[in-house]
């Protein structure tokens, strides 16, 4: 838990880094590597009759 942020900045590294030494490779920006926050994975909903 609590490892999201530093991940997420290591990959914003690496990605632009490899940009960087491979500019052709590359047609646009890389993808936003900022934290969203919390979210609820599976979130309880309320039964519904069928």
Known sequence: C????????QRDKLYRSARQAHPERWSGRTRNWQPEGPVTLN???????A
Do not use: I, N, S, T
């Open 43 to 49: 979130p309880d909903r309320e039964k519904q009759a």
């Open 2 to 9: 609590g490892e999201d942020r530093a991940l997420l900045k």
